[in-house]
């Protein structure tokens, strides 16, 4: 079991940044996949940015550029730094572990942190 808590999203104007950060604990954080999703009001969750174990990242093309995902091991956190925001990026953003172990996948979730960019 994992417990994912994040936090750092906020208001703040377009063409401005944020900082999210999701502290893992429960589990050996670095076996995890980690990724970040938001669900804006109205329409379905989509992936924004997800890091392996092995440091790989991959990008939603909306946020390609603009978004970084990072993770520090010893401090069991996965971060998303993101620049440039516009409204369009006004959604509720979930921190996702996830895991594959003999041939189950195992997902955790966190309970979301609002982040609102005003035009």
């Known amino acids: 079991q994992v417990q994912l808590v994040e936090s750092g999203g906020g208001l703040v104007q377009a063409g401005g940044s944020l900082r999210l950060s999701c502290v893992a604990s429960?589990?050996?954080?670095?076996?995890?996949?980690m990724c970040w999703y938001r669900q804006a009001p109205g329409k379905q969750r989509e992936l924004v940015a997800g890091?392996?174990?092995?440091?790989?990242?991959n990008y939603a093309d909306s946020v390609e550029g603009r978004f970084t995902i990072s993770r520090d091991n010893v401090k069991n956190t996965v971060y998303l730094q993101m620049n440039s925001l516009n409204p369009d990026d006004t959604a509720v953003y979930y921190c996702?572990?996830?895991?594959?172990?003999?041939?189950?996948?195992?997902?955790?979730w966190g309970q979301g942190t609002q982040v609102t960019v005003s035009s």
């Open positions: 890091i392996s174990i092995s440091e790989r990242t």
């Open positions: 996702n572990a996830r895991r594959m172990y003999w041939g189950n996948r195992y997902d955790y």
């Open positions: 429960g589990s050996t954080f670095s076996i995890y996949n």
